[in-house]
Antibody
Framework: EVQLLESGGGLVQRGGSLRLSCAAS????????MMWVRQAPGRAPEWVSV????????YYADSVKGRFTISRDDPRSTLHLQLTGLRVEDTAIYYC???????????????WGRGTLVAVS | QSALTQPASVSGSPGQSITISCAGT?????????VSWHQHHPGKAPKVIIY???YRSSGISSRFLGSKSGNTASLAISGLQPEDEADYYC??????????FGTGTTVTVL
């Protein structure tokens, strides 16, 4: 059974940093691209970043480019998102999602985690 | 990064059929067959119900049907059931190696 468990969220001051993690299980982690999606209260979900299964292809939304860094720890089957220079508008639930193949582009999500809340004051 | 446009709410009685629209552009829905639909019950993990415009995820009822015409995708739910009450979001691949989500639709079963 596929499981994605996010952690690392919390309350942080403007300009601060956080590191989110997503522990994956139930599938061969290196074979799949992974994505971060966030949803602010009362807003539509917003795609944040995606990384290919090989880790060689990485893409970011313009709103986070230069401030957030996605990475993966394949031996530990864990996805990370380093958040720096946090702004009030970064407040959201951050979801980890598994893609349907190793590719970061031209693909779709096939499984979501339950999310972790990041609040920036 | 503008979101895809969905109606804020759609409602129907048990057994009825409803349709949710998702309006995009020639850079996303109109250009690619990578439209997905996600069902989200508050407090739970979202679930992918439709991918690649028309394909149902494993275990998803045939009451859910996805389609696309031009720059607009649609999700039809037939035989509405109480458990269908949830938030629904469309998503699409977009030019420039990005992804975009819809504004979301709350489905209410009367």
């Amino acid at each position: 059974e596929v499981q994605l468990l996010e952690s690392g969220g919390g309350l942080v001051q403007r300009g601060g940093s956080l590191r989110l993690s997503c522990a994956a299980s139930g599938f061969t982690f290196i074979n799949y691209a992974m994505m971060w999606v966030r949803q602010a209260p009362g807003r539509a979900p917003e795609w944040v970043s995606v990384i290919s299964g090989t880790g060689t292809s990485i893409y970011y939304a313009d709103s986070v480019k230069g401030r957030f860094t996605i990475s993966r720890d394949d031996p530990r089957s864990t996805l990370h998102l380093q958040l720096t220079g946090l702004r009030v508008e970064d407040t959201a639930i951050y979801y980890c999602a598994k893609m349907a193949s190793v590719a970061a582009r031209f693909e779709h999500i096939d499984f979501w985690g339950r999310g972790t809340l990041v609040a920036v004051s | 990064q503008s979101a895809l446009t969905q109606p804020a709410s759609v409602s129907g009685s048990p057994g009825q059929s409803i349709t949710i629209s998702c309006a995009g552009t020639s850079s996303d829905i109109g250009a690619y067959n990578y439209v997905s639909w996600h069902q989200h019950h508050p407090g739970k993990a979202p679930k992918v119900i439709i991918y690649d415009v028309t394909y149902r995820s494993s275990g998803i009822s045939s009451r859910f049907l996805g389609s696309k015409s031009g720059n607009t995708a649609s999700l039809a739910i037939s035989g509405l059931q109480p458990e269908d009450e949830a938030d629904y979001y469309c998503s699409s691949y977009r030019d420039g190696s990005t992804y975009v989500f819809g504004t979301g639709t709350t489905v209410t079963v009367l």
